[in-house]
């Protein structure tokens, strides 16, 4: 079966640094995304990888290991904002996306 | 707006009615999507149209539940019948892309539905 697996809640220190994963097992790979989902908002696009390595986008970084099934999404200087649940989804073969369950993180002052 | 928009952006009502959420995704996305999410969990796919016809329909929960989308545009989700277990978050999604792939999803703030 296909699987995406993250931790359910993580949390962290506003100013620090935070590193959320994501392994996925799927039939095929097309991409990975990363969306933010703020508690009772729809989800926005963070970033999307398709081949290996990092993607940095100002505080927010992304990297991919296709041989590993592995991607995490760094967050730096966090901020309280940044309070909210972040979701990984892979693009398999078939291009349909498989959403995992999202991670809630928490910032604490 | 230039953003996807959803009506209503909640839904109460009594279990065995019929309720149709809508979705206007954003002007030019040819692809449309509809998400579930219940309470604490992920997103649980539903259908995807690409222009006025949905080559994917694998994730329609029930045959309670149907979709249509006119004038590559506007969407509507049926959902006849409603249970309790019906009750969650309506999501939909657009992207420009002229299939299920690559493309960045933008979301519409959502459907609320509490099924009584």
């Known amino acids: 079966g296909q699987n995406i697996d993250q931790p359910t809640e993580m949390t962290a220190t506003e100013g620090a640094i935070v590193q959320i994963n994501c392994t996925y097992q799927?039939?095929?790979?097309?991409?990975l995304f990363w969306y933010q989902q703020h508690a009772g908002e729809a989800p926005t696009f963070l970033s999307y990888?398709?081949l290996d390595g990092l993607e940095e986008k100002g505080r927010f970084s992304s990297f991919l290991s296709r041989s590993k099934g592995y991607s995490y999404l760094l967050l730096k200087e966090l901020q309280m904002k940044d309070s909210a649940s972040y979701l990984c989804?892979?693009?398999?073969?078939?291009?349909?996306?498989?959403w995992g369950a999202g991670t809630k993180l928490i910032i604490k002052p | 707006g230039a953003g996807v928009s959803q009506s209503p952006s909640n839904k109460v009502t009594e279990k065995g009615k019929d309720v149709e959420l809508r979705c206007d995704p954003i002007?030019?996305?040819?692809?449309l999507y509809w998400y579930r999410q219940r309470l604490g969990q992920g997103l649980e796919f539903l259908i995807y149209?690409?222009?006025?016809?949905?080559?994917?329909k694998s994730g329609l929960p029930s045959d309670r539940f149907s979709a249509e989308r006119t004038g590559e545009s506007v969407s509507t989700l049926t959902i006849q019948r409603t249970q309790q277990e019906d009750s969650a978050v309506y999501l939909c999604?657009?992207?420009?892309?002229?299939?299920?792939?690559?493309?960045?999803?933008?979301f519409g703030p959502g459907t609320r539905l509490t099924v009584l």
């Open positions: 149209f690409q222009g006025n016809s949905a080559p994917d």
């Open positions: 799927t039939s095929g790979f097309n991409g």
């Open positions: 999604a657009s992207s420009l892309a002229g299939a299920m792939g690559t493309d960045t999803q933008y």
């Open positions: 990888n398709v």
């Open positions: 989804a892979v693009l398999d073969s078939n291009y349909q996306l498989i």
């Open positions: 002007s030019g996305h040819t692809a």
